[in-house]
T-cell receptor, first 114, second 109 residues
Framework: GENVEQHPSTLSVQEGDSAVIKCTYS??????FPWYKQELGKRPQLIID?????GEKKDQRIAVTLNKTAKHFSLHITETQPEDSAVYFC?????????????FGKGTRLSVIA | DAGITQSPRYKITETGRQVTLMCHQT?????MFWYRQDLGHGLRLIYY???????DKGEVPDGYVVSRSKTENFPLTLESATRSQTSVYFC????????FGPGTRLTVL
């Protein structure tokens, strides 16, 4: 089955700096790669996703890149702010949508230091 | 987010008791999922459902039972709770993108 590895497990950055979180996956049939943000005690919330026919996607300060050949994808947050502090999860699934089970990485705890 | 709810939000039970966690969504999504979240393991799939009366096992289904008689509801039952089932349980539904419920924190003593 699919296996998703996520690095680093913790990340501290100064406010205004960039943060990068990387994930690798094992199943070459995976086609959908969402990223979720989870604040303490809250539910995971989708922040951005990318499908296999796209190499990069941006939404304001957040971007995701996908390299299908190498089977890895990354989350980039620019101009970090204290409210970006949370746990971020990457995930992968076979269909081109969230209509199949997601396999999650183990998460990255991001701390943005003011 | 208000379209998917879980109850109860917190539950304490004892080993051996049966517990049912409820999940309700108002979007009429066909796909629904149950995940558990544990420190060091991230989110792991317990069961999922593609439509009413269609369910399938995920990565960690042992000790759990699901049913889906109506599209909007997807209850998860722990038939005989064990301490290892102490966890936070998230339900999700999808119409293309998975949205999570607020979670149920379950403690088994």
């Amino acid at each position: 089955g699919e296996n998703v590895e996520q690095h680093p497990s913790t990340l501290s950055v100064q406010e205004g700096d960039s943060a990068v979180i990387k994930c690798t996956y094992s199943d070459s049939a995976s086609n959908y790669f969402p990223w979720y943000k989870q604040e303490l005690g809250k539910r995971p919330q989708l922040i951005i996703d990318i499908r296999s026919n796209v190499g990069e996607k941006k939404d304001q300060r957040i971007a995701v890149t996908l390299n299908k050949t190498a089977k890895h994808f990354s989350l980039h947050i620019t101009e970090t702010q204290p409210e970006d502090s949370a746990v971020y999860f990457c995930a992968a699934s076979r269909l081109n949508s969230g209509n199949t089970p997601l396999v999650f990485g183990k998460g990255t705890r991001l701390s943005v230091i003011a | 987010d208000a379209g998917i709810t879980q109850s109860p939000r917190y539950k304490i039970t004892e080993t051996g008791r049966q517990v049912t966690l409820m999940c309700h969504q108002t979007w009429s999504h066909s796909y629904m999922f149950w995940y558990r979240q544990d420190l060091g393991h991230g989110l792991r799939l317990i069961y999922y459902s593609a439509a009413a009366d269609i369910t399938d096992k995920g990565e960690v289904p042992d000790g759990y039972v699901v049913s889906r008689s109506k599209t909007e509801n997807f209850p998860l039952t722990l038939e005989s709770a064990t301490r290892s089932q102490t966890s936070v349980y998230f339900c999700a539904s999808s119409g293309g993108t998975q949205y999570f419920g607020p979670g149920t924190r379950l403690t088994v003593l």
